[in-house]
């Protein structure tokens, strides 16, 4: 039997699969360490370490070797410049048979004995890039194939966005043709954790995010309402407001600040450059968590979008890897 390895690395994060040729799951890791520490550093020795390390790891714990693996494959900011290898940005509309062509296959051998194939990212446009359009520019490294990933499981020859809700939450228009035609990024997920922890609305929320089982949608409706009316920072300390007076619950609270944060997202969707939706265009919010699920009531309570849906990946398999091993069956490596 044949394995193949998938590998996606993030900001802070990297995570390494590996599967049977039949796609399943044999085993997984993942580590602290992204582009991030190559930032910080000044070299991108950690990030070499820790896949190294991965791979490696993976193969004794299931007695195998390099001579099993079938194929490598990478995609996220592993092909920054802060990462492994850079590799280009392609330029929407991208589909997946654009990723599967300008995939490379490049050997690391202080990494990996085998050569790793890499799936480039996406950006918005060629540029050139001025004070006119930057706010229609935008990139993604990773979310391209985590939105092969949830595509495949949607009828094809519809408009759609998709919502990838983390600390810099991703949407990404896909037109009827299956092509990525255009991303939106924003850091409110950053911005959350500011707040909950760094501001004086820390008190209130008891300087926790909203815990899994505590989620109340009224009241992230209600934060997300305030935030329309009265704007992020008014809407915020009313927060602190809801605790003194009216609320000793610190995390409905923290639900209430959840729902205000998110606020402007929705805002941005709808007036960004960045994208190509309309009312017509399907919602799809992927994850399982309180984000994903916060993001899909409010897109529902703004109506702007005739529909809007939840996907939750089976398992624990992350989309990056089913991403990955889409677009390397497009390319006949697996």
């Avoid at 394995?3 to 900001?11: C, N, R, S, V």
């Avoid at 990723?99 to 990494?111: F, G, M, Q, R």
């Avoid at 495949?152 to 949407?171: E, I």
């Avoid at 989309?319 to 497009?330: E, F, N, W």
């Amino acid at each position: 039997m044949k394995y193949f390895f998938t590998i996606d690395t993030g900001t802070t994060n990297t995570r390494v699969v590996l599967f049977t040729s039949e796609y399943q799951t044999v085993g997984s890791k993942k580590v602290e360490a992204g582009v991030r520490d190559t930032a910080i550093d000044g070299n991108n020795l950690k990030i070499k370490a820790a896949v190294k390390d991965c791979l490696e790891n993976l193969l004794r714990e299931n007695g195998l070797t390099y001579d099993d693996i079938e194929r490598v494959i990478a995609s996220g900011m592993i092909t920054s410049n802060v990462g492994l290898l850079e590799i280009p940005h392609l330029v929407v509309p991208v589909g997946l048979q654009d990723l599967a062509e300008k995939t490379k296959a490049v050997l690391l051998d202080d990494v990996c004995p085998l050569p790793i194939y890499f799936i480039p990212g996406v950006k918005n446009s060629a540029g050139p890039i001025d004070l006119r359009n930057f706010e229609a520019m935008d990139i993604m490294r990773g979310e391209e194939v985590e939105s092969i990933a949830v595509l495949s499981r949607f009828p094809a020859q519809k408009d759609y966005l998709l919502v990838l809700p983390g600390s810099h939450t991703k949407f990404v228009s896909i037109n009827s043709d299956g092509k990525i035609t255009g991303c939106l990024t924003s850091i409110n997920g950053e911005i959350l954790d500011a707040i909950t922890r760094h501001t004086i609305i820390a008190d209130a929320v008891g300087r926790e995010f909203v815990r899994p089982g505590q989620y109340d949608r009224g009241m992230v409706l209600l934060g997300f309402a305030t935030a329309q009316k009265s704007g992020i920072g008014r809407a915020c300390f009313s927060g602190r407001i809801l605790n003194q007076f009216v609320l000793s619950d610190k995390q409905k609270v923290a639900n209430y600040i959840l729902g205000v944060a998110l606020q402007s997202d929705i805002t941005a969707v709808k007036n960004s450059d960045a994208l190509k939706v309309s009312h017509e265009t399907d919602v799809i919010v992927a994850g399982s968590g309180v984000l994903e699920t916060a993001m899909a009531d409010i897109l529902n309570k703004d109506g702007y979008f005739a529909q809007v849906q939840s996907f939750r990946p089976e398992g624990d398999l992350p989309l990056s890897a089913m991403g990955c091993h889409i677009v390397a069956q497009k390319c006949n490596l697996l």
